[in-house]
């Protein structure tokens, strides 16, 4: 039962020896990262993670020397890579901010997201994090969140997509953001109100109809406008192939887990080996969508070394995303990549770069992506 409430290159730093990640690799104290091995450590204080099988893994595409060849109206998604209706081509994904404290669990619908941010939301409450999921095929939510407010480096990472960046309200300092015209299609506050016994700030949900209604309210296009980047988000390997990173690259490490610096969630992503995907923990348990059961779990994993600069006193924050260069690492099948990453403008796609300076190649698939507190970077720990 629910009641509806409205209320209102560029320059790339090339790593110059296999040194400058084996002594900043994330997790190492005391010993340096072989080339190819391990680089993480295990703490016997971390709790151990369950390793059962909970879902039947999705069907994968087959290795082939053949190049894959579309079906009738359908197009590879500029967020996955991945074959899907040519009818959702034009359409812009929203940004929601999905709430990420203990208390808003379960989450609803977020294994809809195509690529899921997760930010330390504030420096207060032991770096609490909060989610924005990337949904393409918005059109089919049926009831996703709970949705919460926004800080200014989300609507610098939702104008990456073009995206209708959906929450409810967020500090003054977005002000000055949605002031301009790249910004100005958001959506606050006009989603469903659902009864699920918790305080009204937790009941807060994107329903099935919401979306087309508040779009037409607000006068916001449905279709990508004059502040969309061409061409797909990610350089994406050709869809039924894959990458291989310890084949591809001389110096890559052993990472089937990824334990993250964020402090009050205790975010972790594990390998599933039968899937293929890092599977989503946090608050010491494994992360399932209430709606499905289903885990959230992706192909990619991105990990991006950044600044911040604290708003005030309260803890509010924004990172310094738009950066000439700066490190991070790219993660798939159980191997970790030292990269860079590059954002240059407000409304510019982070781009990333492997060693060679190229452009990095990712999987098709979905994709996980953190900012790391530049203070933290070498807190993360990879097994």
């Not at 509806?4 to 084996?22: D, M, N, P, S």
């Not at 099988?53 to 579309?70: F, G, I, R």
């Not at 393409?136 to 200014?152: C, F």
């Not at 600044?307 to 509010?316: K, R, T, V, W």
Request: hydrophobic letters at 30%; aromatic letters at 12%; a negative charge.
């Amino acid at each position: 039962m629910y009641i509806r409430e409205y209320g209102k290159r560029a320059c790339v730093i090339v790593l110059c020896a296999a040194t400058l990640f084996a002594m900043t690799a994330c997790g190492k104290t005391s010993e340096e990262a072989e080339e190819g091995g391990a680089t993480g450590i295990s703490f016997e204080s971390l709790e151990n993670l369950p390793t059962e099988e909970v879902s039947e893994p999705e069907a994968e595409p087959q290795e082939s020397d053949e190049p894959y060849v579309l079906p009738e109206g359908m197009y590879f998604s500029e967020l996955t890579g991945e074959p899907i209706s040519e009818d959702l081509k034009d359409q812009r994904p929203i940004a929601a901010m999905v709430d990420n404290e203990i208390t808003a669990l379960p989450h609803f619908e977020t294994t809809r997201a195509d690529v899921v941010y997760e930010l330390m939301n504030s420096t207060k409450n032991d770096r609490i994090t909060r989610l924005m999921c990337v949904v393409k095929d918005w059109g089919a939510i049926e009831q996703l969140g709970s949705i919460r407010s926004t800080r200014p480096t989300n609507i610098l990472l939702a104008s990456e997509w073009n995206a209708i960046l959906c929450h409810d309200g967020g500090p003054y300092h977005n002000d000055v953001y949605f002031a301009k015209d790249w910004a100005k299609d958001h959506i606050s506050g006009y989603f469903s109100r659902v009864d699920n016994g918790k305080s009204r700030e937790f009941t807060e949900y994107i329903l099935n109809g919401d979306l087309e209604s508040d779009i037409e309210r607000f006068n916001i296009s449905r279709t990508y406008n004059e502040f969309a980047n061409e061409g797909s988000h990610f350089n994406f390997v050709e869809y039924g192939k894959e990458i291989k990173l310890d084949e591809k690259y001389d110096r890559s490490y052993t990472a089937n887990k990824i334990v993250l610096p964020f402090t009050h969630n205790s975010s972790q992503l594990v390998l599933n080996s039968d899937t293929g995907l890092y599977e989503y923990y946090e608050y010491g348990e494994q992360y399932f969508d209430a709606s499905n059961q289903q885990p959230l779990a992706f192909k990619n994993v991105i990990l991006q070394k950044c600044s911040f600069a604290e708003l005030d006193e309260n803890g509010y924050l924004i990172y310094n995303c738009i950066n000439g260069s700066e490190l991070g690492w790219y993660i798939t099948n159980g191997v970790a990549k030292d990269i860079t990453w590059s954002k240059t403008s407000e409304t510019g796609v982070t781009k990333y770069y492997d060693e060679t300076g190229a452009e990095l190649e990712i999987n098709t698939g979905k994709t996980y992506i953190s900012l790391i507190p530049d203070d933290s970077w070498d807190k993360v720990i990879f097994e």
